[in-house]
């Protein structure tokens, strides 16, 4: 079955840096968009990065952007969010999610994963 | 960006109720419209994908509709396990963006 596994979260200092993964198993990895999404406490989902099938291409919001990068190792079926001058704002539970289109556009998000925290703090 | 409004943002029934959730966006979309259902502490399950086509395993008491800037995502015979809150979606245009969410409560 359909498996994405979170890890890498964390408590981290303003201004410091952490990566996360996403761990896929029981699909063929390298045929499907994935994406990041967030979820600050007690708040709504926001998209945060996406990376096309085979990650010729990655997007990611206008919020992280020029911080955090997104990028996939399809020989070892995970994605990654490398996130770096995190801020306070940037606390939230971080989700991987599978969509059937390869792009950031014109799919859905039909798996998700467990969500791993990221908490930002001194 | 394209901006989701959902409403209302709460509201309380009972089970069997019919329950109608509207999610209306700042531009067309054309079938980009997807839905999505999250418990506490949980993460979110996909629902509706294409304005009114139900993911596999879907329960058929849930069903969506609309079109141009406004779409609903109605539950017909409120179920225990349907108390939680519902996200609508667009992936019509970049950025991705979801609704502020909808959360379903027990009268």
């Known amino acids: 079955q359909v498996q994405l596994v979170e890890s890498g979260g964390g408590v981290v200092q303003p201004g410091k840096s952490l990566r996360v993964s996403c761990a896929a198993s029981?699909?063929?990895?390298?045929?499907?968009?994935m994406h990041w999404v967030r979820q600050a406490p007690g708040k709504g989902l926001e998209w945060v990065a996406a990376?096309?099938?085979?990650?010729?291409?990655?997007e990611v919001a206008d919020s992280v952007t020029g911080r955090f990068t997104v990028s996939r190792d399809n020989s070892k079926d995970t994605m990654y969010l490398e996130m770096h001058s995190l801020r306070v704002e940037d606390t939230a539970v971080y989700y991987c999610a599978r969509d059937p289109r390869g792009s950031s556009t014109g799919g859905f998000f039909d798996h998700w994963g467990q969500g791993t925290l990221v908490t930002v703090s001194s | 960006d394209i901006q989701m409004t959902q409403s209302p943002t709460s509201l309380t029934a009972s089970v069997g109720d019919r329950v109608t959730i509207t999610c209306r966006t700042s531009?067309?979309?054309?079938?980009?419209l997807n839905w999505y259902q999250q418990k506490p502490g949980r993460a979110p399950k996909f629902l509706i994908y294409?304005?009114?086509r139900l993911e596999d395993g879907v329960a058929s008491r849930f069903g969506g509709s609309g079109s141009g800037t406004e779409f609903t995502l109605t539950i017909s015979g409120l179920q225990p396990e349907d108390f939680a809150t519902y996200y609508c979606q667009q992936t019509y245009s970049s950025p991705p963006t979801f609704g502020g969410g909808t959360k379903v409560e027990i009268k």
């Open positions: 029981g699909f063929k990895f390298n045929y499907y968009g």
């Open positions: 531009q067309g979309i054309g079938t980009y």
């Open positions: 294409s304005i009114s």
């Open positions: 990376v096309w099938h085979d990650g010729s291409k990655n």
